[in-house]
């Protein structure tokens, strides 16, 4: 991910449909607290041997190294399990808030007079609350003069800090590609880095994992705004996205957007996110993957010593909100000045549910390509639409949706385009797909998963992402055979299972006098 312009770092609203990696495996298992597997990975007549070692720390902390020939470069990534979903009303856009200000610093890092610099910040905290104070009672004019004050202890803070240390000092050692990402399910935060150069990462990446200050937090806060109004009041395919999602979820947290309401991201507190940096940032929450030009007994060594006397933290509190069963359609319509979208999510399975082999081949034989069904039929025969995509969101790790988006073209309504995706999926839920098709789409999806993983970075992001997902990398081992296992049948169940009135939740934006013109 190209590192956005103005310091603003991207949140995802989508989580990738394929987390797997595809090929022919065997594993063998080396020991209680280290795993080597052998992968075959075939991808146009090309095969690689990859051995991953996994390293279990004694603070629970989850280490994977996998060395790879090439450049004397590594791609490392870090995954704590905390995201949107681990967010309550009052707090949404925590998880995203912490992940900008962990750029900005340690004690050790960012500062030039740390105690001068610390002594501001209770200043700024009792302001903060006498802001929210003067919100609620309405008083505009004692709000301007807290934030205005707020502002100047901020000013006087900048004396004695240099936020962009982290980065740059990562940067003069070599780094590309330095970011971070906040989504549903985690943050993970990624570099490419000069293989030689990783125990400074090392250092660097431990100081911040346990000692952050949340250093310029109330202007970090604007930049945030800023990012939701980009992205939401801004955008009728943010707001669509965000209805449609609270429309969809009644109770479970995923109803929730990763960059957090507007009056939540107004309101937090400094202690706030600091105690939800508490909460899930201790290392038994983290899996750490490195790729590339390593030797495996470096990175255990660099990781007992960095990584090792982090605190595990207590295990994080558990998600027990939990879905009610759907029992009936649900609509939302948005009014924007804009051509108008549809959107339509069916209640499906986590990732990890059997079903979702099948559930990632129907999606593809939907909109995988020109020559998948809606494709041919909204597109290039009636003529109806401009664009149509399906996905699985808006996580992975808990029950969730298959969503199906659509833009009509010309005059064509939204629900003619709607009527005409009823008419696919029912022939394709009562006649499943031909063997030719579903050939074709189990091919498609292996490709395109191996595509993701040529590179060190993206295959760093799948082992971190299984690794966390189902507590053992190894899992994603099995998938292409379960992939290849699916039949006509299979999709045919899934789409008459889950692809039903009851379980669906439409939103739309249709055009009529709106905030965007």
Request: glycine content about 8%.
């Given at each position: ?160 800090t240099d936020p962009g240390e982290f980065d ?331 692809l039903v009135r009851e379980g669906r939740t ?12």
């Amino acid at each position: 991910m190209a590192r956005p312009a103005a310091g603003i770092r991207m949140v995802g609203f989508k989580a990738a449909g394929a987390l797997f990696l595809t090929g022919v495996a065997t594993a063998t298992i080396a020991g209680p607290a280290r795993a080597q597997a052998t992968e075959d990975l075939r991808t146009d007549g090309v095969r690689r041997e990859l051995e991953v070692r996994r390293i279990v720390l004694d603070n629970g902390m989850r280490v994977l190294a996998l060395p790879r020939p090439g450049a004397p470069v590594v791609s490392l990534v870090v995954r704590f399990a905390v995201g949107g979903v681990n967010e309550r009303p009052g707090t949404t856009g925590a998880a995203h808030f912490l992940e900008h200000l962990l750029f900005r610093g340690t004690e050790k890092t960012g500062t030039e007079d740390w105690e001068a610099e610390r002594a501001l910040y209770p200043l700024m905290d009792a302001a903060h609350d006498s802001v929210v104070a003067a919100r609620v009672r309405g008083d505009g004019a004692e709000m301007e003069r807290l934030l205005a004050r707020i502002s100047a202890l901020e000013d006087s803070a900048r004396v004695f800090t240099d936020p962009g240390e982290f980065d740059r000092i990562l940067r003069r050692a070599g780094a590309r590609g330095l970011n971070a990402t906040t989504s549903n399910d985690a943050t993970t935060y990624f570099v490419d880095l000069p293989s030689h150069r990783l125990r400074e990462w090392f250092e660097l990446e431990a100081d911040r994992m346990a000692n952050p200050v949340l250093r310029g937090f109330y202007s970090e806060r604007k930049v945030v705004i800023e990012e939701r109004k980009l992205r939401v009041e801004g955008d009728p395919g943010g707001a669509l996205v965000e209805a449609h999602l609270a429309a969809a979820f009644s109770v479970h947290p995923y109803r929730h957007p990763v960059v957090g309401y507007m009056t939540d991201l107004e309101n937090l507190s400094r202690e706030e996110v600091a105690a939800y940096h508490r909460s899930y940032y201790g290392a038994r929450n983290a899996v750490t993957v490195i790729v590339g030009d390593v030797d495996p007994d470096e990175i255990e060594a660099l990781a007992r010593r960095h990584f090792g006397p982090l605190p595990a933290g207590d295990p994080p509190p558990p998600i027990t909100a939990k879905e009610p069963e759907q029992r009936g359609e649900r609509r939302v319509e948005l009014v924007f000045d804009v051509e108008p979208r549809l959107r339509i999510g069916w209640k499906v399975p986590a990732a990890t549910h059997h079903d979702t082999p099948a559930l990632e081949l129907l999606a593809t034989l939907l909109t995988g390509g020109r020559s998948s069904r809606l494709h041919r039929r909204l597109i290039l025969e009636d003529r109806i639409a401009a664009s149509v995509s399906a996905s699985l969101q808006p996580g992975s790790a808990f029950p969730r949706l298959l969503v199906l988006d659509a833009v009509p073209l010309g005059p064509t309504t939204t629900a003619q385009v709607e009527e005409a995706v009823y008419a696919e999926v029912e022939r394709l839920a009562s006649e499943g797909p031909t063997e030719v098709e579903l050939a074709r789409v189990g091919n498609q999806v292996r490709a395109g998963a191996v595509r993701g993983l040529v590179s060190n970075f993206g295959l760093a992001l799948r082992l971190a992402e299984n690794e966390a997902l189902f507590g053992d990398w190894r899992a994603m081992l099995g998938h292409p055979e379960r992939l290849r296992a699916v039949t006509a049948d299979d999709v045919r169940h899934v789409a008459r299972k889950y692809l039903v009135r009851e379980g669906r939740t439409v939103a739309t934006v249709v055009r009529g006098e709106g905030p965007i013109s």
